[in-house]
């Protein structure tokens, strides 16, 4: 994860705060601001081990609680457009605390709530979060596997984003981040250390990055954006796969996504 050390940072939905931690320990950002979308109280009780005394130390540092990134009237002492960098580590709705929440909602997927969970999350990255002086970029670290990879984050999330570009993906290194433990969205359990990704965006079409990254893939007439599959053979292979359950089921959340957005 490209991160430096004169730079100030936000992060976005941290579970116990071990991230934020790692991160103020390892890459001495000159800012952090650590966000937690749970209650102060409600962190201590989910999880026996977390930093939240690991990050009282400086005055450099902002701990904020309660902090719904999709919420403005939930950010309370955020100081905002001041940041180089907004992090979100594995983002994932809280599907398990509140049922009922989506069960009033039932006719939208969770695949959808998390589309719309990230789209928010980068709008607001834009318009609120970023310096339009500084560095002006934004990550997410997810996984290359299900359900993550049915959000289909590179294809699908710069829909309609007219403020904020996919610039490209590279892999998350959780070796640079001793102590952080990706934690299980609602449990006290954390998440198997699986090769996670980082997609990176930046409110600028040409951002000069240190590492190379990896770019759209499965793009033109002979792959399936949706799905990540192709190169196509002949048209009745192309049919045939668009026939298939999988890729049915990536239509709808497609399609979903597609009229909650417009
Ligand atoms: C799988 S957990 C990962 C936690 C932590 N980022 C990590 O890497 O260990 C997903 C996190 O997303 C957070 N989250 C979900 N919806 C959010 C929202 N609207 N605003 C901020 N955080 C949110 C949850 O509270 C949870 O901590």
């Given at each position: 994860m490209?991160?430096?050390?004169?730079?100030?940072?936000?992060?976005?939905?941290d579970?116990?705060l071990?991230?934020?931690?790692?991160?103020?320990?390892?890459f001495?950002p000159?800012?952090?601001?650590?966000?937690?979308?749970?209650?102060?109280?409600?962190l201590?009780?989910?999880y026996q081990?977390?930093?939240?005394?690991?990050?009282?130390?400086?005055?450099?540092?902002?701990?904020?609680?309660?902090?719904d990134?999709?919420?403005?009237?939930s950010?309370g002492?955020l100081k905002?457009?001041?940041?180089?960098?907004?992090?979100?580590?594995?983002?994932?709705?809280?599907?398990?605390?509140?049922?009922?929440?989506?069960?009033?909602?039932?006719?939208?997927?969770?695949?959808?709530?998390n589309?719309?969970?990230?789209r928010?999350?980068?709008?607001h990255?834009?318009?609120?979060?970023?310096?339009?002086?500084?560095?002006?970029?934004?990550?997410?670290t997810?996984?290359d596997?299900?359900?993550?990879?049915e959000?289909?984050?590179?294809?699908?999330?710069?829909q309609?984003?007219?403020h904020?570009?996919?610039?490209?993906?590279?892999?998350?290194?959780?070796?640079?981040?001793?102590?952080?433990?990706?934690?299980?969205?609602?449990r006290?359990?954390?998440?198997?250390?699986?090769?996670?990704?980082?997609?990176?965006?930046?409110?600028?079409?040409?951002?000069?990055?240190?590492e190379?990254?990896?770019?759209?893939?499965?793009q033109?007439?002979?792959h399936?954006?949706f799905c990540?599959?192709?190169?196509?053979v002949?048209?009745?292979?192309?049919?045939?796969?668009?026939?298939?359950?999988?890729?049915?089921?990536?239509?709808?959340?497609?399609?979903q996504?597609?009229?909650?957005?417009?």
């Open positions: 490209y991160i430096k050390p004169n730079w100030r940072i936000l992060t976005i939905g579970g116990d071990s991230f934020s931690a790692s991160l103020w320990q390892n001495k000159k800012q952090l601001t650590a966000t937690v979308f749970d209650s102060q109280q409600t201590e009780d989910k081990h977390h930093a939240i005394d690991l990050l009282k130390t400086d005055s450099n540092q902002q701990l904020l609680f309660d902090f990134v999709t919420n403005p009237k950010w002492a905002k457009q001041q940041f180089d960098l907004v992090i979100f580590q594995f983002p994932l709705v809280p599907a398990f605390e509140d049922p009922q929440y989506f069960h009033n909602k039932g006719y939208i997927s969770i695949n959808t709530f589309r719309l969970l990230l928010k999350y980068l709008i990255g834009e318009k609120y979060f970023l310096d339009p002086n500084g560095e002006q970029l934004c990550y997410i997810s996984k596997v299900k359900p993550y990879s959000w289909n984050i590179e294809n699908s999330l710069n309609d984003l007219e904020i570009h996919y610039l490209g993906s590279t892999p998350f290194r959780i070796e640079n981040f001793p102590g952080y433990k990706i934690r299980n969205v609602d006290d359990k954390h998440v198997k250390d699986t090769q996670g990704i980082t997609y990176i965006w930046s409110p600028r079409t040409e951002r000069e990055l240190p190379e990254l990896t770019p759209k893939t499965h033109g007439q002979e399936c954006q990540k599959a192709g190169p196509f002949s048209t009745s292979d192309k049919t045939l796969h668009e026939q298939s359950k999988k890729h049915q089921l990536m239509q709808r959340y497609e399609d996504y597609r009229k909650l957005i417009s």
